[in-house]
Each structure stands twice: as structure tokens, then as C-alpha cells.
């Protein structure tokens, strides 16, 4: 069993003992595959995030239920899980990173199906397709400077964000969640607390329906405390409402729909004439420059707000030739 499968099935050792919630899948056979889904749902209702809840809701009903939905435990076969990986990487194109988290879910519910029904089924054995290493874009130092120029020439809330996130790594959820009791100026900190996102409501039944959701970042190490620059608290003084609640990129007490920001993003880019950025290019790029003035790992991991340094090692830091180049020169020939 995985580590994420093994997270996911936490809270699984108390099963529900009513079918509550699920009166309305009148039309699901109790027992199979597809009823167990709607029972590990509800199962775990409480401990899941919304954005999780409905992260797994869609994968379910896209992906997990039409291909397994009617069928009962004992007739689900390791040839099945097969034939459904190449369904999801060949015929529909998926990433192999998507298809992993489908697959990860589809066996969470298996096992758990299995234990619930007291059945001792075959063991399947999953392969979980691996990801092509992709190249992370990063702005060179050139790029850096001329959007950070576009971003101070009559800055406004937007660009403000854009900046923000720039110079501190934050990932676009987590501006757009900022409020204004969020920053201290005196002792010139940042405090991550919220980030906002757009998810599939699950409750209406229509998969397509999103919503704006406000809730707890990504992870625990999500929560953190940033040490602000000074150009940085300059720029709090400025655009301050002198309203504690209100969010920092609208000043009103509505936050800014982070799908907003990404159009300001590129627009902004357009005009710089810098191709290929996305926010999370600033997240990388920021990481790229601490590496570069000598940071630590483990104080740019907590910065950045991951659970261990290896995803900030893996993800976030991307030597360049000249750093390579720079440290084979430290190597003396001993002649």
C-alpha cells in the first residue's frame, strides 16, 4: 500500500453503520463497486476538505464508476485495473500523475470495500505509471527585473499580488486569501493562514458547477510565518485600508478570484513580452534565487511551506550552468 493510500484510509477503522446521504443513489446496487464509493465518501466526510471531497467526487464519477461502478468486489480483476490505466493514459489522455492519483484512489476504496464486506479478495497488484521529468520554467534574472519593473511603474492592488508572490513564494491561493490581519508590519512578517480556490460544488450534483472556496492551506506545514523584506512593508503601508478583515488585493471584505490574477499575470507578461509564465513560474523562480544567494534548504522549505525538504529539493531548486559551472571550479586537481 502506498503512503497516500495508507493517509487515505486513516479514519477507516469505524465504519458508518447507516447509508445516510445515500438515499438518493436509488439507482446503485448495494454492494457494488460504485456503492462503496458513496460509502467511502461519506465515511470520510468529516476528516476531507472540500477541495478534496471534491477533487475525489469528480475522479469518482468521471473516471472510477463507469468503469467499475456496476460490478461487484469478487469480479474485479487485476487484468480490469490494467485494461482501466491504458483507458485512462491512452484513450483519454491523461497525465501520467493523474491517472496515478485515480489509481490511487480506485485501490483506497478497493481495500476498503474489502474490509468492509469481510471479503479476502485477490491481491491486486497496481503499476502506477511514472512522470516524464518536464523542464520547470524559471525567469532568467533579465525576465525578473523587466516584469519587476512593470510591476512598481503605477502599481495597483493586482500588481501588488503579482509582486507579492514574486518576492515571497506564494502560491496564488494563498494571496488571494491574505487579509490585512494577516501582516505585521512592526515585526515585518507575513502569516499564512487561508488560501482560496475554485472547486466543484458537491452538492449540486452537476460536476461541471464550481464555487469559491476559502479554506486551510495546502498542508500543516502550509501554515507558516514569512519575514518580510523591506520594499515589501513599504508597500503594506501604502495600500493598508486600515481594515483588519478586508483582503489585501481588494481591500473589501470579498477576496479576488485567483482566476483573475492569472489573467492580470499574463497580461502583464504580454506586455513585457515574456512567453510562457504561469504563477507558479514566480513560486519557481523565487525558490531558484534563494538557492542562488545561498539559502539553506530547510529555511526555504519552511518558507515555501512544504513538508520536507526533498519536495523543495526535487521541485523547487534548479541550478543553472553557471551555478554548476561555479561550483566545478572549487574543485582543486591535486597535481
Same mark, same amino acid.
Given at each position: 500500500?502506498?503512503?497516500?493510500?495508507?493517509?487515505?484510509?486513516?479514519?477507516?477503522?469505524? /465504519?458508518?453503520?447507516?447509508?445516510?446521504?445515500?438515499?438518493?443513489?436509488?439507482?446503485?446496487?448495494?454492494?457494488? /463497486?460504485?456503492?462503496?464509493?458513496?460509502?467511502?465518501?461519506? #465515511?470520510?466526510?468529516?476528516?476531507?476538505?472540500?477541495?478534496?471531497?471534491?477533487?475525489?467526487?469528480?475522479?469518482?464519477?468521471?473516471?472510477?464508476?463507469?468503469?467499475?461502478?456496476?460490478?461487484?468486489?469478487?469480479?474485479?480483476?487485476?487484468?480490469?485495473?490494467?485494461? /482501466?490505466?491504458?483507458?485512462?493514459?491512452?484513450?483519454?489522455?491523461?497525465?501520467?500523475?493523474?491517472?496515478?492519483?485515480?489509481?490511487?484512489? /480506485?485501490?483506497?476504496?478497493?481495500?476498503?470495500?474489502?474490509?468492509?464486506?469481510?471479503?479476502?479478495?485477490?491481491?491486486?497488484?497496481?503499476?502506477?505509471?511514472?512522470?516524464?521529468?518536464?523542464?520547470?520554467?524559471?525567469?532568467?534574472?533579465?525576465?525578473? #527585473?523587466?516584469?519587476?519593473?512593470?510591476?512598481?511603474?503605477?502599481?495597483?492592488?493586482?500588481?501588488?499580488?503579482?509582486?507579492?508572490?514574486?518576492?515571497?513564494?506564494?502560491?496564488?491561493?494563498?494571496?488571494?486569501?491574505?487579509?490585512?490581519?494577516?501582516?505585521?508590519?512592526?515585526?515585518?512578517?507575513?502569516?499564512?493562514?487561508?488560501?482560496?480556490?475554485?472547486?466543484?460544488?458537491?452538492? #449540486?450534483?452537476?460536476?461541471?458547477?464550481?464555487?469559491?472556496?476559502?479554506?486551510?492551506?495546502?498542508?500543516?506545514?502550509?501554515?507558516?510565518?514569512?519575514?518580510?523584506?523591506?520594499?515589501?512593508?513599504?508597500?503594506?503601508?501604502?495600500?493598508?485600508?486600515?481594515?483588519?478583515? #478586508?483582503?489585501?488585493?481588494?481591500?473589501?471584505?470579498?477576496?479576488?478570484?485567483?482566476?483573475?490574477?492569472?489573467?492580470?499575470?499574463?497580461?502583464?507578461?504580454?506586455?513585457?513580452?515574456?512567453?510562457?509564465?504561469?504563477?507558479?513560474?514566480?513560486?519557481?523562480?523565487?525558490?531558484?534565487?534563494?538557492?542562488?544567494?545561498?539559502?539553506?534548504?530547510?529555511?526555504?522549505?519552511?518558507?515555501?511551506?512544504?513538508?520536507?525538504?526533498?519536495?523543495?529539493?526535487?521541485?523547487?531548486?534548479?541550478?543553472?550552468?553557471?551555478?554548476?559551472?561555479?561550483?566545478?571550479?572549487?574543485?582543486?586537481?591535486?597535481?
Amino acid at each position: 500500500m502506498t503512503c497516500a493510500e495508507q493517509k487515505l484510509l486513516q479514519t477507516n477503522s469505524c /465504519f458508518p453503520q447507516t447509508t445516510e446521504g445515500m438515499a438518493e443513489k436509488r439507482d446503485v446496487q448495494k454492494d457494488s /463497486f460504485a456503492w462503496y464509493c458513496d460509502s467511502w465518501i461519506i #465515511a470520510n466526510r468529516i476528516r476531507l476538505k472540500a477541495s478534496s471531497s471534491a477533487r475525489y467526487k469528480a475522479d469518482m464519477e468521471n473516471h472510477i464508476k463507469p468503469f467499475f461502478g456496476e460490478r461487484m468486489l469478487s469480479e474485479i480483476t487485476p487484468e480490469d485495473v490494467d485494461s /482501466f490505466t491504458r483507458l485512462l493514459l491512452c484513450q483519454k489522455k491523461l497525465s501520467a500523475k493523474t491517472a496515478r492519483n485515480i489509481l490511487v484512489l /480506485f485501490h483506497t476504496i478497493f481495500l476498503y470495500a474489502e474490509k468492509r464486506s469481510g471479503q479476502q479478495l485477490s491481491r491486486l497488484e497496481i503499476i502506477y505509471p511514472k512522470d516524464q521529468k518536464k523542464t520547470v520554467r524559471v525567469l532568467s534574472r533579465e525576465e525578473e #527585473a523587466k516584469l519587476m519593473r512593470f510591476l512598481v511603474n503605477e502599481m495597483d492592488l493586482c500588481k501588488f499580488g503579482v509582486y507579492l508572490a514574486l518576492r515571497t513564494g506564494l502560491r496564488i491561493g494563498e494571496v488571494c486569501a491574505l487579509r490585512w490581519s494577516d501582516i505585521s508590519r512592526p515585526a515585518g512578517t507575513l502569516s499564512i493562514c487561508q488560501t482560496v480556490q475554485r472547486i466543484q460544488n458537491p452538492d #449540486a450534483g452537476n460536476y461541471g458547477k464550481t464555487e469559491l472556496v476559502i479554506g486551510s492551506p495546502k498542508t500543516d506545514s502550509s501554515q507558516r510565518v514569512i519575514p518580510l523584506m523591506p520594499d515589501l512593508n513599504a508597500l503594506f503601508a501604502r495600500f493598508d485600508p486600515m481594515d483588519p478583515m #478586508a483582503f489585501i488585493l481588494t481591500g473589501t471584505h470579498c477576496c479576488m478570484e485567483p482566476r483573475k490574477l492569472q489573467r492580470r499575470l499574463k497580461e502583464y507578461t504580454e506586455k513585457c513580452q515574456i512567453q510562457e509564465v504561469h504563477f507558479h513560474t514566480l513560486r519557481h523562480t523565487f525558490a531558484t534565487r534563494c538557492m542562488e544567494v545561498g539559502f539553506d534548504v530547510k529555511t526555504l522549505s519552511e518558507i515555501l511551506g512544504h513538508s520536507n525538504i526533498s519536495v523543495t529539493l526535487n521541485q523547487y531548486v534548479h541550478p543553472n550552468l553557471e551555478q554548476k559551472r561555479q561550483n566545478m571550479s572549487r574543485l582543486k586537481i591535486a597535481v
